[in-house]
């Protein structure tokens, strides 16, 4: 059936934005409507004429409103499938009158699990008959039009004052992928929840769903298609930020964004503290007393990779950062927020990016991370160690200073942060070289050291920046030879995981040459 009158629409929303417009704009086409409770009560104030869903089926709701939509009455009218002598005839014989309209929109499940509501609540907030309806108006779509969001009751309207009062197949389909797509994405909130809830790692079955957030212009080459899509995860980050400037964010800004903004959260807010990000991989990394300088000791690790980078801060930005940031090309900045002047200052570069949050991400919070494979997809727990919180075990004859446990523990935290394998030099909490993603940890270690080389020939010093650093490896050490290769950068002390079947000889390299050493007993591979 290409064009469908709508005769009779049944209304049932826990989201009533614009619901009075459009039911008005209904009854104005002559629709008679039908709804139920909040829904109802909210149409009769507006002094719309409308029809409880008990009247329609002859029940009342009950058990607390758990019971009122699930009834012959309401899904014979919504499958019968119109022109059928069959289903003409059951709808006949017992009563029921054909529902043309379904709008609905389900319990608030989502948004009840990120506010932290308990176990109880969120259980309530299971929508049982509104999924219901959802399936059997969308399976029924050649006679049944579904809206399952208020963003699309003006294109509905648009297709009643077009079409004579009905909707077009086309539409109609549309709107019934898109009604199969909402409650599969419910269901996965809801089956995810149960899992941690239950704590089950590895349910029987996993499904993920997500809000389209923004259709990207391609992937991460221009033969790709992409798109960002919002989840229910509660967490602060780049998919929940609030963009003031610049150009649209492609596909590797986005991943990159991210990866700067999940390694700023490593930090205390109480200390400013700066990551630059290239290629998802960290290029400069500062902790310092302002957030000015902060930047500048990031950027002066490798200021060159810096170049189009992005930039991320877990403090308000204020003007003379600003000033500071500006001084380059960079395609974004994301912070929890910035003053007036400093929007001022980021408004005259158009094309930059700005990025605020509100706050900065829960590094410590659970989540889960994703990934495809051919034929699947991996699923793991994020890593949501934080260096802070780990016993350090010394395992060197000198055990380090206080001074080299701060830089120790920085360094880690960004070594979190870096694509395996890693290698990480840092000097009073400021990366001075960063080897990243290199398939032999010891060519890591070289790249590191040649990174901190020349960024001391870039700021015009006689020697390295590793002179006096220390490193931090994400994974162990599987011979002498890497800890070798940084001892001969300078490093004073090395933080790296341990458990390597080669840790006596790795030790022994390290206290020959007088370097103190902790084992962190966590490993933090990025792949």
């Known amino acids: 059936m290409a064009d469908q009158p709508i005769r009779r629409a049944l209304l049932s929303v826990s989201d009533k934005t614009g619901l009075i417009e459009f039911a008005t704009a209904l009854r104005s086409h002559g629709i008679e409507l039908v709804s139920t409770g909040g829904t109802a009560a909210a149409l009769k104030q507006a002094g719309l004429a409308?029809?409880?869903v008990s009247e329609l089926t002859g029940f009342p709701e009950m058990m607390d409103g758990r019971v009122k939509t699930l009834h012959p009455?309401?899904?014979?009218?919504l499958l019968a499938i119109r022109g059928n002598d069959v289903h003409d005839a059951a709808a006949r014989e017992h009563g029921i009158l054909p529902i043309d309209l379904l709008v609905v929109n389900l319990y608030p499940f989502e948004a009840t699990v990120a506010k932290g509501a308990d176990y109880d609540d969120c259980v309530e907030n299971i929508d049982v008959g509104g999924p219901a309806m959802i399936r059997g108006a969308a399976k029924n779509h050649d006679s049944v039009t579904v809206v399952v969001e208020a963003s699309d009751y003006g294109r509905v309207l648009a297709e009643i004052s077009a079409n004579n009062g009905a909707t077009t197949l086309p539409t109609r389909k549309a709107l019934a992928a898109k009604a199969f797509a909402r409650t599969a994405a419910y269901d996965a909130a809801i089956s995810n929840w149960f899992a941690r809830e239950l704590g089950t790692s590895a349910p029987e079955w996993r499904a993920f769903g997500g809000h389209?957030?923004?259709e990207l212009r391609y992937g991460e080459n221009a033969h790709q298609t992409a798109a960002l899509y919002l989840s229910a995860d509660a967490r602060v980050g780049v998919a929940t930020a609030k963009q003031l400037q610049g150009k649209e964010l492609s596909y590797n800004n986005i991943n990159d964004t991210d990866a700067a903004f999940e390694l700023v959260s490593e930090f205390d807010p109480k200390t400013p503290a700066v990551a630059i990000i290239k290629h998802a991989n960290p290029c400069g990394v500062a902790v310092n007393a302002s957030l000015a300088e902060a930047y500048r000791q990031a950027l002066a690790c490798d200021s060159v990779s810096a170049f189009g980078?992005?930039?991320?801060?877990?403090k308000t930005i204020d003007a003379a950062t600003a000033e500071e940031m500006t001084k380059i090309f960079t395609e974004v900045v994301i912070a929890p927020d910035a003053t007036d002047e400093a929007k001022a200052i980021f408004a005259?570069?158009?094309?930059?990016?700005?990025?605020?949050?509100?706050?900065?991400?829960?590094?410590?919070?659970?989540?889960?991370?994703?990934?495809?494979?051919a034929g699947g997809f991996l699923v793991q727990s994020r890593d949501a160690?934080?260096?802070d919180d780990l016993d350090l075990k010394v395992v060197t004859k000198r055990a380090p200073t206080e001074t080299e446990l701060k830089d120790l523990r920085f360094a880690f935290k960004v070594a979190k942060h870096v694509k395996s394998n890693a290698i990480v030099y840092a000097k009073n909490e400021a990366t001075v070289g960063v080897g990243a993603g290199q398939m032999s940890r010891v060519e890591s270690s070289r790249i590191a050291a040649w990174k901190a080389a020349e960024a001391a020939k870039a700021l015009g010093l006689d020697q390295s920046l590793t002179i006096g650093s220390v490193v931090a490896s994400d994974a162990f050490f599987p011979f002498a030879d890497g800890l070798i290769t940084a001892a001969e950068a300078g490093v004073t002390a090395i933080i790296q995981p341990g458990g390597s079947m080669r840790d006596d000889e790795v030790i022994k390299a390290a206290d020959e040459r007088g370097l103190a050493m902790v084992f962190t007993g966590v490993r933090h591979f990025r792949h």
């Open 50 to 52: 409308v029809m409880d």
């Open 73 to 77: 009455k309401v899904h014979g009218g």
């Open 212 to 214: 389209l957030g923004q």
């Open 309 to 314: 980078g992005i930039i991320a801060l877990n």
């Open 348 to 373: 005259t570069k158009k094309n930059l990016r700005l990025l605020l949050t509100g706050s900065l991400a829960d590094s410590r919070a659970p989540g889960l991370n994703f990934k495809s494979v």
């Open 385 to 387: 160690s934080n260096a």
